[in-house]
Nanobody, 113 residues
Framework: QVQLVESGGGLVQPAGSLSLSCVVS????????LNWYRQAPGKERELVAN????????MYAVSVHGRFTVSRDNVKNTAYLRMNNLKPEDTAVYYC??????RGQGTQVTVSS
C-alpha cells in the first residue's frame, strides 16, 4: 500500500520559517504531480501549491505566493514545502496529496507568538 507521510510541522513565531517534507512510498512517485493542501479549524481545505511530475512547473495559492516554495526530489521520493515569513493565518494542518493515490495524515503548523 502506497503511503504519504508528512513531517516538519511545529510551532513557529510570526515571520519565521518551516520546511515540510512528504515521503511517498511508491517507486512510481515520479509519474505523479503532487499537491500540498491545508485545512484550518472551521475552514475549508485550501490548495496551497502544486508541482508537476518532473518538478519543472508549479502553482501557488495567492495567499502564499512569494512566501512558500514547493519542490521535489524524485530520487528520494520526497516533496518539500518551504514556508517563509509565516503568518498566524497560515496555522493549519498541512497535507500532501497525489490524486491517484491519496493523501497523508498531515502535519500541524502553528504560527503564534
Amino acid at each position: 500500500q502506497v503511503q504519504l507521510v508528512e513531517s516538519g510541522g511545529g510551532l513557529v513565531q510570526p515571520a519565521g520559517s518551516l520546511s515540510l517534507s512528504c515521503v511517498v512510498s511508491a517507486f512510481t512517485f515520479r509519474s505523479y504531480s503532487l499537491n500540498w493542501y491545508r485545512q484550518a479549524p472551521g475552514k475549508e481545505r485550501e490548495l496551497v501549491a502544486n508541482i508537476t511530475r518532473a518538478g519543472d512547473n508549479w502553482m501557488y495559492a495567492v495567499s502564499v505566493h512569494g512566501r512558500f516554495t514547493v519542490s521535489r526530489d524524485n530520487v528520494k521520493n520526497t516533496a518539500y514545502l518551504r514556508m517563509n515569513n509565516l503568518k498566524p493565518e497560515d496555522t493549519a494542518v498541512y497535507y500532501c496529496d497525489i490524486p491517484e493515490i491519496g493523501r497523508g495524515q498531515g502535519t500541524q503548523v502553528t504560527v503564534s507568538s
